[in-house]
């Protein structure tokens, strides 16, 4: 493709031309923005459609405080220039945290089930009941019995569990699962 001479002469003004610098490094990054700015930015872009978005899939009660920790979980990424799909980020904080909270409960459910569980089976049983059960206590795998015996009979949390035996808190659940199966199927045979 050939151009007439004196073709670009007319539009000199108008062309703006980018060059990289003599030694072929990238141009000079964007500014940053500051934390706040970029927390402030992300806020009014998103938040006409963000906010709804996450009331109808996580409910009214938690929405709010899933929707301003997005915000605050995506502010440094935005500030930092690396944030090319915000949408996208801010959906999947939300459901990662709205996933976290309902692990999170149920594992205290969990727990106050076990403790209610028990402590129904234990309304002033016989000594019989008494010597059958630690019998059954006593029959079951160390891992499981120490579990059992350290939520049951020392009153520990999974979590307190956990740090005494130095497993993570996910193993001391499982742990206390088998124990109470193993258990109350004993106690129905």
Not at 6 to 21: A, D, K, N, Q, S
Not at 173 to 179: F, G, K, L
Request: with cysteine; proline share 6%.
């Amino acid at each position: 493709m050939s151009f007439k001479p004196g073709f670009l002469e007319g539009f000199c003004g108008l062309i703006v031309v980018r060059t990289l610098p003599v030694d072929a490094t990238s141009p000079p990054a964007p500014t940053q923005l500051s934390l706040t700015d970029s927390l402030d930015l992300l806020f009014r872009r998103h938040d006409r459609w963000f906010r709804p978005l996450v009331r109808r899939r996580h409910g009214d009660d938690g929405a709010e405080d899933l929707v301003h920790e997005s915000y605050l979980r995506a502010a440094p990424y935005a500030a930092a220039g690396v944030l090319r799909h915000p949408e996208a980020l801010l959906v999947r904080i939300a459901d990662n945290l709205a996933s976290n909270r309902r692990r999170d409960r149920y594992f205290e459910v969990a727990q106050d089930v076990g403790e209610l569980t028990l402590e129904k089976q234990s309304i002033a049983p016989s000594q019989d009941q008494a010597v059958t059960f630690k019998q059954i206590v006593l029959a079951l795998p160390d891992e499981l019995r120490d579990v059992f015996v350290l939520n049951h009979v020392e009153g520990m949390t999974y979590e307190e569990i956990a740090a005494y035996l130095g497993i993570p808190r996910t193993t001391v659940h499982h742990r206390m699962r088998m124990a109470l199966k193993r258990t109350s199927k004993a106690l129905r045979d």
